[in-house]
């Protein structure tokens, strides 16, 4: 989230899509409904399902599964051509004024420097046009044909509210009432908030979805407001913290990126990602991304980390492409991996195309489960009927058990959505035999360094040179962890006129102070001030609130420096004047920025023309991304990979994302209309969380077996009634459940045909207490968004027939 929980209680529209916050956030969803019922907030739910969320919304509006970018664009359309936007935003805080280079193009669904061969996009062209200085060129009246503005107003011009209901299947009066309310937030003194989860980022265009809300954010100048911004409402109660703390493969703590094969020395990495200002005077924050990686490359070597041999640089690994869940499976199925430590995760349960996971761990040599429950995929080789149909003696994989403790048996902290950095105590002792993660793996680094010690071996020396300086060699503390990720200074440390900033061994209070030289470590700048020379800022419990935002600063530790509202420069107009008084976050006072928040932004003054988004080289939010997106620097629609309409009614040459990627033996999965003609989407209910609570008994009873629900029309059609038992398939393999009949889900009219949808929940398995049961990805594909390869969980064809 650029905002927190708390702060959604300040919006005046909640937009709940992509998402289901009153069933799978119920507690945060509190805030929406402060909003609604203190502030008279409209609640808007889109939804292909009239959800929970749906049943207290203001409005309503059904979708297509995977035709979001449809919807938003219509929106952009609508806020352009009736003049509902923030214009001094606009035109002083994005890049719309930019001028863009002029062989980028767009033509029948692909943009300029497609590659079909490898699915990829060449991205040069996608850029700025930039002067002698190189800087980025700018028409300030926006009259240019090449300005961002007028691409984009070209570019959207397609999505009018009859192509939304065309391809949406949403109905144009539903589409309307929707913009014409968040249209109401273009004032400067009104915000809307954007509350999405998986709906958005479980598609093939996931990562598009979010950038078509962003785009609106920033014409109604909702970014850097107190009840604004882009809230990603996140999963896992620390699942903020793995991103935090870079636990993907291609990245590392802080958002730093791990060097890939390109980068061959370390100036090679350095320059590669250590952006330059665009436009004159920009603050381009990450213009110190070497002194956050030497200061990690402290934490990770210690005294072996040294300028001479690059702070170790080479003794990271170097990735060739990213080794996200879908690629790993495919290197298992082709019989490329040997071991797989499984920490964590239950992967028959919960990733795609659970057939061939199951065919996947087979090949392997051994797998290793850390996990405090029996999962189905510690017990993948037993036979469970046609649940897991698997032949045990055919399965030579030698499984490994090592119980671990969960969340509420260890002292630690939980970085929540809202980047709270809460620190929490351990409730009671792990029963049984269970270790913490912590130890667990400090006792596979020691073994392992001991048989390189002593055996010799290819790629030994990063574990070797490694710093470990644990009181306790074998069970690392959480406190010992927590101060390593906030950092030290490893010298007496001075500003340029001398004075002493932090003495030697410090803990540091700000990131500002992290050098490239090797005089600090930190194994996580944004964490840096999270544990300082004061304490555990992150055991704050002052619930203290004086503005009566709900920014309580005292609370727990937010990152970065304890800022609440990311971008909050933006809440002030360029002269530092707040764009709504009644919800300063912070303001100019002719001298320094103060407020109700930690100013993002404590150096320029107003008028020098230093843009609001400082991890920009620009400064500026961008409506045009030049070079991030892997399919585009504007969103465009494209169908999901199992399409119900067989075609794009946009582009019927371009149907499905064409930088998406799609293993071969996937491909050979991937199923048509013509045999499996409803839209399959699975979602979670409140009454079980994943696969974890089906063992306890309480949750097994008030859910206790598989269901799907489907329309009446569907229902009436198949001849099944409410209650039969019924048989889902797709081309992957079926699951059997019993059916829900409901008025919940209806018969959308899109691409000239009516599209049915069938819903399924995710929560069953065949081990634990409750009934035995199907596991619901048995039914999905495996193929993922272009740009973080989520799996497309929530738009697949399957049938349905009674049983
Ligand atoms: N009780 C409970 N709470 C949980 C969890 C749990 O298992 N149980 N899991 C946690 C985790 S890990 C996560 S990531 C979050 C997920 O939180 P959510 O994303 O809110 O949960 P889901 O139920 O997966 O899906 C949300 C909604 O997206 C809708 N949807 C599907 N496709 C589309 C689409 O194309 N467009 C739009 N606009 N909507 C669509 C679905 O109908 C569904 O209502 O929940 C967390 N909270
Ligand atoms: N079809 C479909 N599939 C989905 C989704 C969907 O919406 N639809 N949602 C996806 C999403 S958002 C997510 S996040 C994934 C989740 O996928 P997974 O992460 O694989 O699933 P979980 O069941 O949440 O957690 C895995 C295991 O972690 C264990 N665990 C709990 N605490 C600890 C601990 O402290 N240490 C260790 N070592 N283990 C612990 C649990 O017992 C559990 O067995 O599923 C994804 N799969
Ligand atoms: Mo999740």
Redesign the pocket.
């Known amino acids: 989230m650029t905002n927190h929980w708390v702060d959604i209680k300040n919006a005046n529209v909640v937009m709940v899509m992509g998402g289901n916050a009153a069933e799978a956030h119920p507690v945060g969803f509190r805030w929406a409904m402060e909003a609604k019922n203190n502030n008279d907030a409209t609640l808007i739910v889109v939804d292909p399902r009239f959800t929970r969320t749906a049943s207290v919304a203001d409005i309503y509006a059904p979708i297509r599964s995977g035709t979001d970018i449809t919807f938003l664009s219509g929106v952009l359309l609508y806020l352009i051509s009736n003049n509902k936007i923030n214009a001094e935003y606009v035109k002083h805080y994005t890049n719309a004024s930019l001028l863009v280079r002029d062989d980028f193009s767009f033509d029948d669904g692909l943009f300029s420097g497609y590659d079909e061969q490898k699915r990829q996009y060449d991205k040069t062209s996608w850029n700025y046009q930039f002067d002698e200085n190189g800087y980025a060129k700018r028409d300030d009246t926006l009259t240019d044909p090449r300005c961002v503005w007028n691409l984009l107003k070209e570019h959207v011009s397609r999505y009018t509210p009859e192509m939304v209901e065309h391809i949406c299947g949403t109905p144009q009066a539903d589409f309307l009432k929707v913009c014409e309310v968040l249209a109401s937030t273009s004032a400067a003194d009104r915000t809307t908030t954007f509350l999405y989860a ?1 709906g958005w980022t479980q598609h093939t265009v996931g990562a598009q979805n979010i950038r078509t809300m962003a785009m609106i954010q920033l014409l109604l100048g909702n970014m850097g407001m107190a009840g604004g911004g882009v809230n990603a409402l ?3 109660s620390n ?1 903020q913290g793995l991103t935090d703390l870079g636990l993907l493969s291609t990245s590392l703590p802080g958002y730093l990126t791990l060097p890939s094969e390109k980068h061959t020395d370390l100036q090679t990495y350095l320059t590669a990602n250590t952006p330059k200002a665009t436009l004159p005077g920009q603050v381009n924050y990450w213009g110190n991304y070497p002194k956050f990686f030497v200061s990690l490359m402290k934490a990770f070597y210690g005294d072996d980390a040294r300028k001479d041999n690059n702070w170790g640089f080479d003794w990271l690994p170097k990735w060739d492409q990213a080794y996200d869940v879908l690629k790993y499976f495919d290197m298992m199925d082709r019989n490329k991996v040997t071991g797989y430590i499984c920490q964590g995760f239950n992967p028959v349960a919960s990733f795609p195309d659970k057939n061939k996971i199951v065919a996947s761990l087979s090949k392997l040599k051994y797998l290793v489960i850390i996990d405090p429950l029996v999962t189905e995929t510690s017990n993948f080789w037993q036979n469970h009927g046609e649940m897991n149909d698997v032949n045990p003696a055919a399965i030579q994989t030698e499984v490994f058990r090592l119980p671990s403790t969960c969340f509420a048996e260890e002292d630690g902290s939980i970085a929540n959505s809202g980047r709270w950095l809460q620190w929490h105590w351990k409730g009671a002792d792990a029963p049984g035999e269970a270790r913490n993660d912590g130890e667990i793996l400090a006792g596979i680094y020691h073994q392992i360094r001991q048989l390189y010690r002593t055996e010799g071996g290819k790629g030994a020396e990063p574990l070797l040179k490694m710093g470990w300086h644990y009181e306790q060699p074998d069970h690392p503390e959480s406190e010992e962890v927590a101060k390593e990720n906030n950092g030290y200074a490893l010298e007496d440390l001075y500003d340029p006129a001398g004075n002493l900033l932090a003495k030697k061994g410090q803990l540091l209070d700000s990131f500002a102070l992290l050098r490239d030289d090797g005089s600090t470590a930190s194994a996580c700048w944004i964490y840096t001030g999270s544990w300082t020379a004061k304490g555990n800022q992150m055991a704050n419990r002052d619930n203290a609130d004086p503005s009566g935002l709900g920014n309580t600063l005292g609370w727990a530790w937010a990152w970065p420096l304890n800022r609440r509202i990311i971008y909050n420069r933006a809440s002030a107009d360029p002269q530092g004047k707040p764009w709504d008084p009644k919800r300063m976050l912070i303001q100019w006072n002719g001298a320094k920025w103060v407020g109700n928040d930690i100013p993002d932004y404590n150096t320029a003054a107003p008028g020098s023309g230093v843009g609001p988004f400082i991890m920009q080289p620009e400064g500026l939010g961008r409506l045009f991304a030049i070079d991030k997106m892997a399919e585009g620097p504007f969103p465009e629609h494209y169908e999901p990979f199992e399409t119900p309409l067989g075609t794009n009614p946009l582009h019927p040459n371009v149907v499905s994302n064409p930088a998406a990627r799609l293993y071969e033996a996937d491909a050979k999965r991937m199923g048509k209309r013509n045999e499996f003609p409803y839209v399959g989407t699975t979602y979670r209910l409140t009454e079980h969380f994943h696969t974890w609570t089906k063992h306890s008994r309480l949750n097994a009873i008030a859910q206790p077996e598989q269901f799907v629900e489907i329309s009446v029309a569907l229902a009436k059609s198949k001849g099944i009634a409410n209650g039969d038992h019924v048989k889902v398939s797709s081309k992957r393999g079926f699951i059997r459940a019993v059916a829900v009949v409901t008025q919940r889900l209806q018969t959308l009219n899109a691409g000239g045909q009516e599209v049915e949808t069938v819903g399924i929940p995710l929560h069953w398995g065949f081990e634990g207490a409750a009934r035995k049961g199907y596991l619901a990805n048995t039914l999905t594909p495996s193929v993922g968004d272009a740009n973080s390869q989520t799996p497309e969980y929530k738009a697949f064809l399957v049938n349905i027939e009674k049983a």
Do not use: E, K, M, T
């Open positions: 998986l996140r999963g896992h699942i």
